[in-house]
């Protein structure tokens, strides 16, 4: 109990903040990626796994996104000791922040640029929004995720939700600022690249449009979206249509812009959830049967360990 009021007391200062900030007129800050050539943005960090793949992934041999990264952000030996290397990521979760913190800490001790948002909602405009929280456990043992909306599936109907206010950050408006209009490093080999993960629960409705009409994604690399038409269903049948539409209108436009030769960005329609405990158990879930589906290659580490990076902290999970 002590540990979560920590934590709801730390999102609750940050939207106090988030309320000063907004309210005083300031020229816009240096670009947060400046400097850096190559970018992952982690939308919907959870409990941070991605961001550890990005840095570690001995300890996740078997992930699909290992391939994704070594092709564009560079190879595992090399992003452990590449300065030009940086990550942000992106959590609501009031529960998640501390360990959050602690991940972003250790990294910075290893000199890795890896900025976390706890606490911090993305949508198509600066602002707050309610978002809730479920701090039981369904009836297998698992965690069931936090969301923008009430979730009403069996997993959940039996438990009270929490619903606190968090700050919402405009993602259009960060990437067109802080990383695409970003300096790139004099004398740098490597071939700049941004890779991102939306994964947002629902949010990816309002998001993703503003998303394509600020025109930050055809710039990317690649883009792994989870879409969560299943939260939708549960509503009414208007939200549905509204969400199919809306995916429809995305995936064609992203589509369109990459076959005319105006789009880089090559779209992987799921995100790869392997490890998602982060216990060292690979649990594949639906991602193998995503990847007979999607452009994306074999992974680049066999079954089994491979060497470790040399240096690398092993952190608390």
């Known amino acids: 109990l002590g540990h979560r009021m920590r934590a709801l007391a730390l999102c609750a200062l940050a939207v106090v903040g988030a309320q000063a900030a907004r309210s005083v007129d300031l020229p816009p800050p240096r670009p947060l990626a400046d400097g850096c050539s190559r970018v992952y943005l982690d939308v919907g960090t959870n409990l941070g796994v991605q961001l550890r793949k990005l840095y570690e992934p001995h300890r996740y041999p078997r992930a699909p996104v290992l391939s994704i990264f070594d092709k564009h952000l560079g190879a595992a030996e090399d992003r452990v000791r590449d300065p030009h290397l940086c990550a942000f990521g992106f959590e609501p979760g009031p529960a998640l922040a501390p360990r959050l913190n602690a991940l972003q800490a250790a990294y910075w001790r290893r000199g890795w640029r890896v900025h976390i948002f706890t606490c911090t909602a993305v949508g198509p405009e600066d602002g707050e929004i309610d978002f809730y929280t479920y701090p039981l456990h369904n009836s297998s043992g698992r965690h069931v995720s936090s969301s923008f909306m009430p979730r ?5 109907a039996a438990q009270a939700y929490e619903k606190v206010r968090i700050g919402q950050l ?16 004099a004398g740098d080999t490597g071939r700049p690249a941004v890779v991102m993960k939306l994964d947002v629960e629902g949010m990816e409705l309002t998001v993703l449009p503003r998303l394509i009409e600020e025109d930050v994604l055809c710039p990317m690399r690649a883009l792994f979206i989870e879409f969560h038409i299943r939260l939708f269903r549960r ?52 991602v193998q049967r995503a990847i007979k589906l999607s452009p994306l290659p074999e992974p680049a580490y066999p079954r089994g360990s491979p060497r470790a990076v040399p240096g690398v902290l092993a952190l608390p999970n």
């Open 152 to 156: 009403e599936d069996k997993f959940v």
């Open 170 to 185: 405009d993602l259009a408006k960060f990437i067109k600022w802080h990383v695409l209009a970003r300096r790139l490093p």
């Open 235 to 286: 509503n009414n049948r208007s939200d549905t249509l509204q969400y199919k539409r809306m995916r429809a209108k995305a995936l064609k436009q992203i589509a369109t812009d990459h076959e005319t030769g105006r789009c880089t960005a090559v779209l992987f329609p799921f995100d790869d959830e392997t490890y998602g405990f982060d216990d060292g158990v690979f649990r594949s879930r639906h």
